[in-house]
């Protein structure tokens, strides 16, 4: 019998093998699988940065609009500047306008303060709620359009603001954003030597020789641009004038009808009695003038008594100048009371107060302005009472003291030579004590002067540029 043998070859180790090569594919299916989940872990914390960058930059924006909005950027005044280009230039140069917190670009807007205003607050600015996150922007003067705004030549300013916000970590993400906006022209609040928001009989008396007539503290001096006329009055109710030497030198602005008497069912706009006048015309408007109610202090004042009597007495915001002379610091205070012939002096910033009485022949020195008074008169009958003391201004610029009230208390105000003051209590019966005189203008649901205070408009009010709104009026971004 033969015997066949068969070799057959050595398989030895094709198990290794093949786990090897499962082992290579699963390793590079697992490593392209890493890969794309890294990509995607890398383009999602991108795009989260860009959008926190993105966040942060319109905030920079957005806080630059709001301090162009609040800022006298003298929208009236065109010296230096060529407005007939876009964007507007400075004729010395030819340069674009330029207000900068940003190191790479040059800030040469004309006014230094104004120049350090804008770095100071929005340079290398924190955001709140993004942690590292900072903001810088620079604004460029685009455009002024003249626009009409109480009768006088105004412009309406467009600003291009460019915001570029920005964090250094992991990934480095920028984003820049470059917004317009428009700064409108704002309204005069102050437009009359007396407005009276009321809408009953005796809305507005004045007798005992009272009057009221104009000057333009922009031009000089009351003495040399006083004239009689532009004293005009408006109120929503009835204006009584008595007394042979009361005298409105200026125009009369009502919404009622032109009577000779006044009761609750029938409102007319004038009774006139004793040979008082209206220099002026008498003009019926077609509705009631409205006025804002101004808005409470922030922050709220407490209601304690804070006395001064010829010394601090340790009031906290108080410093003893000298004998009767004290200064107070801009802030928040209560009930601010001066007596004993005691002055105090006020310099320009914001005083939130509860109330403010003068008495015993003490005095309000405005030593630089504007002084900003708001008056919360919580549990006062008489919020402000100036009756026994008096206003000393002599800036003679009534914008340089502006007291604001917005409640339903009593304000009694007295009048002197140096009561350049605007107030603004529109909810507020007002009362004029004594007789002298009163410098710039006064906003009160009633307004009673029989004592024979003479009223000065200030006409440089009807240009005094308010903090006017803004708009956007185009947006983009990009990332870099």
């Not at 004038?241 to 030198?249: A, M, N, R």
Request: overall charge negative.
């Amino acid at each position: 019998m033969k015997t066949t043998t068969v070799k057959r070859n050595n398989e030895q180790g094709i198990g290794l093998l093949v786990a090897l090569m499962t082992l290579m594919l699963l390793s590079t299916m697992v490593a392209g699988l890493l890969m794309v989940t890294n990509t995607q872990l890398w383009t999602t914390l991108n795009h989260r940065l860009a959008t926190q960058a993105r966040y942060a930059a319109e905030y920079g924006a957005q806080r630059a609009a709001v301090w162009i909005a609040n800022t006298d950027l003298k929208m009236n005044d065109t010296t230096g500047l060529n407005t007939g280009v876009y964007p507007v230039q400075l004729t010395a140069d030819n340069q674009a306008v330029v207000l900068s917190a940003m190191s790479a670009v040059t800030a040469n807007y004309p006014d230094s303060s104004v120049r350090t205003g804008f770095n100071t607050a929005l340079s290398n600015q924190p955001v709140p709620g993004l942690t590292n996150f900072k903001y810088s922007t620079y604004a460029t003067l685009v455009s002024m359009t003249p626009a009409a705004a109480a009768g006088t030549a105004m412009y309406q300013q467009t600003w291009q603001i460019t915001s570029q916000a920005s964090i250094v970590g992991l990934r480095n993400a920028q984003v820049q954003v470059v917004e317009n906006i428009q700064r409108m022209v704002g309204v005069p609040l102050f437009q009359y030597a007396i407005q009276s928001t009321g809408n009953g009989c005796g809305a507005l008396t004045l007798a005992g020789g009272a009057s009221t007539d104009s000057y333009d503290s922009s031009a000089g001096t009351y003495a040399s641009t006083n004239t009689a006329a532009g004293g005009n009055i408006e109120a929503n109710g009835n204006v009584s004038l008595s007394g042979s030497s009361t005298e409105v030198e200026g125009n009369l602005y009502d919404p009622n009808p032109t009577g000779t008497s006044c009761s609750s069912g029938s409102v007319d706009a004038l009774t006139v009695g004793g040979g008082a006048s209206v220099t002026g015309s008498v003009t019926t408007i077609g509705a009631p003038l409205t006025v804002p109610t101004p808005p409470a202090p922030s922050p709220v004042p407490p209601t304690t008594n804070e006395p001064f009597t010829g010394n601090c007495g340790g009031g906290a915001g108080c410093t003893n100048l000298s004998a009767d002379n004290l200064a107070l610091a801009p802030g928040t205070y209560g009930n601010i009371s001066a007596s004993g012939g005691t002055s105090l002096h006020l310099s320009a910033g914001t005083y939130n107060l509860n109330s403010l009485t003068l008495s015993g022949g003490s005095s309000l020195v405005i030593d630089s302005g504007p002084v900003i008074v708001n008056i919360g008169g919580a549990g006062i009958r008489a919020p402000i009472t100036f009756s026994g003391g008096s206003i000393t201004n002599n800036s003679g610029l009534a914008a340089n003291l502006q007291i604001n009230y917005g409640g339903t208390g009593a304000v009694d105000l007295s009048g002197g030579a140096a009561s350049y003051a605007l107030v603004d209590a529109p909810n507020a019966a007002i009362t004029f004590s004594g007789g002298s005189n009163w410098y710039g203008s006064v906003i009160g649901k009633t307004v009673n002067d029989s004592g024979g205070t003479a009223v000065h408009f200030d006409r440089s009010l009807l240009v005094t540029i308010t903090n006017g709104k803004f708009q956007i009026v185009g947006f983009n971004w990009s990332k870099f």
